[in-house]
Antibody
Framework: QVQLVQSGTDMKKPGASVKVSCKASGYVFTTYTIHWVRQAPGQRLEWMGF????????KYSQKFQDRVTFTRDTSANTADMELNSLRSEDTAVYYC??????????????WGQGTLVTVSS | SYELTQPPSVSVSPGQTARITCSGAQLPKQFTSWYRQKPGQAPVLVIYKDTQRPSGIPERFSGSISGTTVTLTISGVQTEDEADFYC???????????FGGGTKLTVL
């Protein structure tokens, strides 16, 4: 069965960087995109962007494009999200999800369990 | 920036029909998906491409579209359906995905 398993809870100081990992199994990793979505406490879901697992092509939300980097390792079936210059507003649960594409439209059929990142001095 | 608008809350009694709306200018041309999220859990896809239901999602979940509004309908609501529901679509101008603000479904 399809599974996305994420790395564990992390705590960082303002100005630091954080990397969240997502390991995929149960499907051919390179046939889908991996999207990253975050959710601050009590807030809506917020799309951060995606990486094409086959080509490595990335698309970042304009809000994050100066601070975030997505990578993938096709030999390990993993995708990583690194967010730099952290501030308290980045405290959130970060999810990876599998993107199903139809032209330039996506829906997300499987999700990781989420990774809580806390930014605090 | 492009926005999807949902009502903050919807309340129904068990067995009734719940309708949750999502409005956006591009919805007639961009597919919409719906996700259910229970407290402390990851979202779960319940409707995609406006009206399609993934395998494993009960038939009481359905989607429809009329003009710039898409609607998630839950027939015969059960107490286990209590959750936050989010719509998601595409901003074709920026090629970015967008989520609505979420609707809290309360089953009284």
């Amino acid at each position: 069965q399809v599974q996305l398993v994420q790395s564990g809870t992390d705590m960082k100081k303002p100005g630091a960087s954080v990397k969240v990992s997502c390991k995929a199994s149960g499907y051919v990793f390179t046939t889908y995109t991996i999207h990253w979505v975050r959710q601050a406490p009590g807030q809506r879901l917020e799309w951060m962007g995606f990486i094409n697992a086959a080509t490595g092509h990335t698309k970042y939300s304009q809000k994050f494009q100066d601070r975030v980097t997505f990578t993938r390792d096709t030999s390990a079936n993993t995708a990583d999200m690194e967010l730099n210059s952290l501030r308290s507003e980045d405290t959130a649960v970060y999810y990876c999800s599998r993107g199903n594409r139809y032209y330039d439209m996506y829906h997300f059929d499987y999700w990781g369990q989420g990774t809580l990142v806390t930014v605090s001095s | 920036s492009y926005e999807l608008t949902q009502p903050p809350s919807v309340s129904v009694s068990p067995g009734q029909t719940a309708r949750i709306t999502c409005s956006g200018a591009q919805l007639p041309k961009q597919f919409t998906s719906w996700y259910r999220q229970k407290p402390g859990q990851a979202p779960v896809l319940v409707i995609y491409k406006d009206t399609q239901r993934p395998s494993g999602i009960p038939e009481r979940f359905s989607g429809s579209i009329s003009g710039t509004t898409v609607t998630l309908t839950i027939s015969g609501v059960q107490t286990e359906d209590e959750a936050d529901f989010y719509c998601q679509s595409t901003d074709s101008i920026s090629s970015s995905m967008v989520f609505g603000g979420g609707t809290k479904l309360t089953v009284l």
